[in-house]
C-alpha cells in the first residue's frame, strides 16, 4: 500500500542554519504531497503542498519540490527561526483515493536554539 | 473563529471503562476523521465520516465507534478501554474531494490526551 517515510528526528539546529527534512513515498499514480506543522500543544496545520510533478510548495520561507524520479518531498528552508521549532509531518493523498484520508509519516521533530 | 473543537482535553480513565470524545466544526466541512497520534509512529486514522450518517473504517479502528449525526459533529466512542488506547487524539475536517472543492487541506482541532491506566 502507499507509504510515507521521513527522517527520523530529532533533528537540533542553531538560529540561521540550513534546514533539510527527507521525505520519501511509495504510491500508485500520482499522489498529492503535503507538509504539514504541529506546533507545541497545538493540532496540525498546512505548511505547504504540491500537486503533480515537479511542483513546488513554498510557505513561511519552506520550500518542498514534488519529485517524481526520485519519489521524494524533501522540505528545506534557508535559515530557520526558533519560532520554526516543531513537530513536522510529509503526508500525501493518493491520486485514487475518494475518501479523503491523508497519510502520514511519522513526523519529525525540530528543536531550534539561539 | 472556533474552527474545529474538541472535548475534552485531557481525560484519564480506568481499563474498561467507557467514553466518548466529541468533535465539532463549524466549517460546513463534509468529512471528518478521527486519527491518533503515537509516539514515533506519526497519525494513524481510526475511522472517518464522508458525511451526515455515513461512517467508515480506517487504518486501526478495533476498539473505537463513531456516530455522525449531525454535519457538524463527529463523535468517538470508546467502550472498553483498554492500556493500548492511551493517546492522542486529533479530530479534523476537509471539504468534499469528490465534489472538486479541496485543495487537500485538512483543518484539526487541538487534540485530546487520553491516558488509560
Known amino acids: 500500500g502507499d507509504s510515507v517515510t521521513q527522517m527520523e528526528g530529532p533533528v537540533t539546529l542553531s538560529e540561521e542554519a540550513f534546514l533539510t527534512i527527507n521525505c520519501t513515498y511509495t504510491a500508485t499514480g500520482y499522489p498529492s504531497l503535503f507538509w504539514y506543522v504541529q506546533y507545541p500543544g497545538e493540532g496540525l496545520q498546512l505548511l505547504l503542498k504540491a500537486t503533480k510533478a515537479d511542483d513546488k510548495g513554498s510557505n513561511k520561507g519552506f520550500e518542498a519540490t514534488y519529485r517524481k524520479e526520485t519519489t521524494s518531498f524533501h522540505l528545506e528552508k534557508g535559515s530557520v527561526q526558533v519560532s520554526d521549532s516543531a513537530v513536522y509531518f510529509c503526508?500525501?493523498?493518493?491520486?485514487?483515493?475518494?475518501?479523503?484520508?491523508?497519510?502520514f509519516g511519522q513526523g519529525t521533530e525540530l528543536s531550534v536554539k539561539p | 473563529n472556533a474552527g474545529v473543537t474538541q472535548t475534552p482535553k485531557f481525560r484519564v480513565l480506568k481499563t474498561g471503562q467507557s467514553m466518548t470524545l466529541l468533535c465539532a466544526q463549524d466549517?460546513?466541512?463534509?468529512?471528518m476523521y478521527w486519527y491518533r497520534q503515537d509516539p514515533g509512529m506519526g497519525l494513524r486514522l481510526i475511522h472517518y465520516s464522508v458525511g451526515e450518517g455515513t461512517t467508515a473504517k480506517g487504518e486501526v479502528p478495533d476498539g473505537y465507534n463513531v456516530s455522525r449525526l449531525k454535519k457538524q459533529n463527529f463523535l468517538l466512542g470508546l467502550e472498553s478501554a483498554a492500556p493500548s488506547q492511551t493517546s492522542v487524539y486529533f479530530c479534523?475536517?476537509?471539504?468534499?474531494?469528490?465534489?472538486?472543492?479541496?485543495?487537500?487541506?485538512?483543518?484539526f482541532g487541538e487534540g485530546s490526551r487520553l491516558t488509560v491506566l
Open positions: 503526508a500525501l493523498h493518493p491520486f485514487y483515493n475518494q475518501g479523503g484520508k491523508l497519510i
Open positions: 479534523a475536517s476537509s471539504y468534499s474531494w469528490v465534489k472538486g472543492q479541496n485543495t487537500g487541506e485538512l483543518f
Open positions: 466549517m460546513n466541512h463534509e468529512y
